[in-house]
């Protein structure tokens, strides 16, 4: 099978190195020429163009930043490059808005296309343990699923196109709060002069429990592989927790649906940002809401 990956940033370096691993010809390319040695070391064939890495690819899997740039190597090059028999996958986290626009364009123009954002981070995505979210016309998932496996722990079919794109932003609004009122509670037991510690074991068997807290626990200690306990470095960055916050809120107001608590989860993490914490992980909120600045 004849991959074509276009974006090897800190996700896409992981992902193309896996589908090599995996025994298919990648042909991948980026703008970014260090990403493209990074891809090369890793079994990869650097293309010079989109265009090049498109040509007679089997699949072609896009791993950008955000909607404008899917937008832009859809439409102005891979749609007049690849073979229409290509199957064409965007695992980007992107606006719904921009997710059905593409899959429409690339639709008329004769081929199959899927939005498949995944959630698990940069170590996940070099462990080839990314979940991913589909959203495609059905009787395509088989092979979207076939052509995913080597970056996959589980694949889900969301629905129809932008369904992966809004079970991605649903996800994430939900981890953003749900983290928010986490931090807000360990900062007032540590006030009311409660070991934190002591609070995460009650609360991780009373109805507080939830992800953020007993997987991810922002208080250093009690869960060893939490981002918490290395002074949240690495881990999932607010800027990017950020980025989907707001696709959320934008989703939200065009839908019609109301978002309040994400748009207040929004707004502290926008204010962490220009805090400086935009690198940390975003479990570091907890610093900012114990009255802290980010160090
Ligand atoms: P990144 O900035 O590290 O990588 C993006 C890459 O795309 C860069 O190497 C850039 O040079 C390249 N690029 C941009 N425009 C291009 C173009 N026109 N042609 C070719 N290459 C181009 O970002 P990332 O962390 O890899 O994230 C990629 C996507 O995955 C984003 O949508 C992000 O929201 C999503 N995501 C990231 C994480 C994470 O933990 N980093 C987790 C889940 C989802």
């Given at each position: 099978?004849?991959?074509?990956?276009?974006g090897?940033?800190?996700?896409?370096?992981?992902?193309?190195?896996?589908?090599?691993?995996?025994?298919r010809?990648?042909?991948?390319?980026?703008?970014?020429?260090?990403?493209?040695?990074?891809?090369?070391?890793a079994?990869?064939?650097?293309?010079?163009?989109?265009?090049?890495?498109?040509?007679?690819?089997?699949?072609?899997?896009?791993m950008?930043?955000?909607?404008?740039?899917?937008?832009?190597?859809?439409?102005?090059?891979?749609?007049?490059h690849?073979p229409?028999?290509?199957?064409?996958?965007?695992?980007?986290?992107?606006?719904v808005?921009?997710?059905?626009?593409v899959?429409?364009?690339?639709?008329?123009?004769?081929?199959?296309?899927?939005?498949?954002?995944?959630?698990?981070?940069?170590a996940?995505?070099?462990?080839?343990?990314?979940?991913?979210?589909?959203?495609?016309?059905?009787?395509d998932f088989?092979?979207?699923?076939?052509?995913?496996?080597?970056?996959?722990?589980?694949?889900?079919?969301?629905?129809?196109?932008?369904?992966?794109?809004?079970?991605?932003?649903?996800?994430?609004?939900?981890?953003?709060?749900?983290?928010?009122g986490?931090c807000?509670?360990i900062?007032?037991?540590?006030?009311?002069?409660?070991?934190?510690?002591?609070f995460?074991?009650?609360?991780?068997?009373?109805?507080?429990?939830?992800?953020?807290?007993?997987?991810y626990?922002?208080?250093?200690?009690?869960?060893?592989?939490?981002?918490?306990?290395?002074?949240?470095?690495?881990?999932?960055?607010?800027?990017?927790m950020?980025?989907?916050l707001k696709?959320?809120?934008?989703?939200?107001?065009?839908s019609?649906?109301?978002?309040?608590?994400?748009?207040?989860?929004?707004?502290?993490?926008?204010?962490?940002d220009?805090?400086?914490?935009?690198?940390?992980?975003?479990?570091?909120?907890?610093?900012?809401?114990?009255?802290n600045?980010?160090?």
């Amino acid at each position: 099978m004849k991959i074509a990956f276009i974006g090897l940033g800190n996700m896409g370096g992981g992902m193309a190195a896996n589908q090599a691993k995996a025994g298919r010809a990648v042909a991948a390319f980026d703008l970014s020429s260090a990403a493209l040695e990074k891809a090369k070391a890793a079994g990869c064939a650097p293309a010079a163009s989109v265009a090049e890495a498109v040509a007679g690819a089997d699949a072609v899997i896009t791993m950008l930043p955000a909607g404008p740039h899917v937008r832009s190597v859809y439409g102005e090059q891979v749609l007049a490059h690849a073979p229409k028999s290509a199957l064409l996958i965007d695992c980007s986290t992107i606006d719904v808005e921009s997710a059905r626009a593409v899959a429409a364009q690339a639709k008329g123009a004769g081929f199959r296309f899927a939005d498949a954002p995944v959630s698990g981070g940069t170590a996940a995505a070099e462990a080839g343990t990314l979940a991913f979210m589909v959203g495609c016309d059905e009787p395509d998932f088989a092979e979207v699923e076939a052509v995913i496996k080597p970056m996959s722990r589980v694949v889900f079919r969301a629905g129809d196109h932008g369904a992966g794109q809004a079970a991605k932003i649903c996800n994430n609004m939900l981890l953003g709060i749900s983290m928010i009122g986490t931090c807000e509670a360990i900062a007032l037991a540590e006030k009311l002069g409660l070991d934190p510690a002591r609070f995460f074991d009650i609360a991780a068997q009373s109805s507080g429990q939830c992800w953020s807290l007993t997987s991810y626990c922002p208080w250093p200690g009690p869960v060893p592989a939490a981002p918490s306990n290395r002074d949240y470095a690495g881990g999932f960055a607010t800027a990017m927790m950020l980025k989907d916050l707001k696709l959320a809120q934008e989703a939200a107001a065009k839908s019609g649906a109301a978002a309040p608590m994400g748009a207040q989860a929004e707004g502290l993490y926008a204010l962490f940002d220009r805090l400086g914490g935009g690198s940390k992980d975003f479990s570091a909120i907890l610093q900012m809401l114990r009255g802290n600045a980010p160090t």
